[in-house]
């Protein structure tokens, strides 16, 4: 499926803000009239009604039947909601001992997901059998559902940016360039991140929106790691290693960490570690 190239006319980033606007006013309030959105977000009336149209052209929003207003007076409503009946989001999370791939609506619903093991395989293995459960997923779901994106999330250093798996600690992931592959392999664009970073995102995408002013993830598993958002928005660092904590060192803990060092959280807290000492 051929990726959708960005609008680079005048005006069209403008235009495209506007619409993410809209987007984001219906996802957390929907349905909802275009009046209201209007009021709530500052925007004219008219960039409401072109930002609406234009989302519900490309099948991201729909109309609703006509409601009178709270009085019963006055010109009736349409309100629009999000159309959660066309597109789909593949998703992927690599854990230590499997990989678990989902496919989601625009809600942020599962649909459906496989969880899959991948002991001795390697990453470019991994990935093609990911997306081969993922096609088989959306073909079981209906032919209605046209996947629009990927999203990759796993422990470790995951650099964003670059697309590239920094440090993770099954052999064969650090530095492979996880985006490439899969854009080559679904012709879709790739979203990729930590887990922690992902549960963040979740967040601030679906979750309770006065939360998105100050939120903070500790992810304590088989990796450790961290992830923090302010005023809806995550932050990455440079390089994304914001919130990339398995280093840090814990006072007299002797654990010795695959980094050569003794002490980091991860090497001291981990699931692995915490096993270990139980058996």
């Known amino acids: 499926m051929a990726r959708t190239q960005p609008d680079t006319r005048r005006g069209a980033g403008r235009s495209g803000a506007s619409a993410g606007t809209v987007l984001r006013t219906v996802l957390d309030r929907g349905p909802i009239a275009r009046s209201t959105i209007a009021r709530v977000t500052g925007l004219s009336p008219a960039t409401v009604t072109t930002a609406s149209a234009q989302l519900v ?31 789909v989001v593949y998703g992927i999370h690599l854990a230590m001992t499997h990989v678990t791939t989902a496919l989601l609506d625009l809600r942020g619903q599962v649909l459906a997901r496989s969880r899959d093991p991948h002991l001795g395989l390697g990453p470019a293995e ?4 990911a997306v081969t459960t993922l ?36 052999p064969g992931w650090n530095g492979y360039p996880v985006r490439a592959d899969l854009e080559h392999r679904t012709g879709l664009d790739v979203q990729m991140d930590s887990h922690a970073r992902a549960l963040i995102d979740a967040e601030v ?28 928005v995550v932050h990455h660092g440079p390089r994304a290693a914001a919130g990339a904590v398995a280093h840090v060192l814990v006072e007299n803990s002797v654990e010795e960490c695959t980094c050569g060092r003794t002490g980091c959280v991860q090497a001291t807290l981990s699931d692995r570690v915490l096993v270990g000492r139980a058996m």
């Not at 991994?126 to 059998?129: A, C, E, K, Q, T």
């Not at 073909?139 to 798996?165: K, L």
């Not at 995408?205 to 809806?232: H, I, K, M, Y």
Request: charged fraction near 25%; avoid cysteine.
């Open 205 to 232: 995408l679906f979750g309770e929106p006065r939360a998105r002013d100050s939120v903070v993830q500790l992810f304590v598993g088989n990796v450790v790691d961290a992830a923090f958002a302010t005023g809806g």
């Open 135 to 170: 096609e088989a997923l959306a073909a079981r779901h209906g032919d209605v559902s046209v996947p629009i994106g990927v999203g990759f999330a796993a422990g470790g250093w995951i650099d964003s940016e670059s697309g590239v798996v920094r440090e993770h600690p099954i």
């Open 126 to 129: 991994i990935l093609r059998n």
């Open 57 to 87: 052209e490309r099948g991201l929003l729909r109309e609703l039947p006509e409601i009178s207003g709270p009085t019963g007076l006055g010109r009736p409503h349409v309100p629009v909601d999000l159309d959660d009946s066309r597109f």
